[in-house]
């Protein structure tokens, strides 16, 4: 069975530091990996995925994320935060092609002046 | 990328009634639609995968006969939430999949609240 778990349900920096949100997953099998962003009451967007190609990922507004296999992990960064990019943040894993997603609890992300 | 249309975006419904809430894929045949449900401040939960002309899949502890699904037409799902209580009250988002565009789209999400 496939599960992701996202430590710190809240994550709080300031504006133009290093955004660090973190994610580990579980997978019996080679795993899809993705990103998701929700901003209140509207649905979500992807902002990239691991698919077994490069195990470093770049999405949309300027967010990357690592594949590590070694540690499970598919931690989210980006350089410097906007206060544009307060939201809360879905890691979210798939097995074996592109079939139901697997959600984490989410990440709120709060910048700050 | 590809559009995912929800709606109603929000509804206020009475207790004992049914609600409708429509998932359309605008710009691509979606063979495959899910719907999750989100309560305040947690993750999505997968109720139930539908495939075009299929009945629906539904995710261990999701009434079936509660919660309603057709997938008539590659650019529809519905979900219907049946004789509906104040613990129906949540967020409702679907995603779209298609042949080609293997990515999951969402729809914006539809706030349920029964009173």
């Known amino acids: 069975a496939q599960s992701v778990t996202q430590l710190g349900s809240h994550v709080s920096v300031s504006e133009g530091a290093l955004v660090l949100l973190r994610c580990n997953y579980s997978?019996?099998?080679?795993?899809?990996l993705f990103w998701y962003v929700q901003y209140p009451n509207q649905g979500l967007q992807l902002l990239l995925k691991?698919?077994?190609?490069?195990?470093l990922v770049k999405g949309i507004n300027g967010f990357e994320a690592e594949f590590k296999k070694s540690e499970t992990s598919f931690h989210l960064t980006k350089p410097s935060a906007h206060m544009s990019d307060a939201a809360e943040y879905f890691c979210?894993?798939?097995?074996?092609?592109?079939?139901?997603?697997?959600f984490g609890a989410g990440t709120r992300l709060a910048v700050h002046p | 990328g590809a559009v995912v249309s929800q709606h109603p975006s929000r509804v206020i419904c009475k207790s004992g009634t049914s609600v409708k809430i429509e998932c359309r894929s605008l710009?691509?045949?979606?063979?495959?639609m899910f719907w999750y449900r989100q309560f305040p401040k947690q993750s999505l939960m997968l109720m139930a995968t539908?495939?075009?002309?299929?009945?629906?899949?539904?995710e261990q502890g999701v009434e079936k006969d509660k919660f309603l699904i057709n997938h008539a037409s590659l650019t529809l799902s519905t979900l219907t939430v049946t004789s509906a209580h104040p613990e129906d009250s949540s967020f409702y988002i679907c995603?779209?999949?298609?042949?080609?565009?293997?990515?999951?789209?969402f729809g914006q999400g539809t706030r349920l609240t029964v009173v």
């Open positions: 995603s779209a999949r298609g042949r080609v565009n293997t990515e999951a789209f």
């Open positions: 997978s019996s099998v080679p795993p899809y």
């Open positions: 691991y698919t077994s190609a490069a195990t």
């Open positions: 979210a894993v798939e097995a074996g092609g592109y079939n139901k997603l697997i």
């Open positions: 710009d691509f045949q979606a063979t495959t």
């Open positions: 539908s495939n075009e002309g299929s009945k629906a899949t539904y």
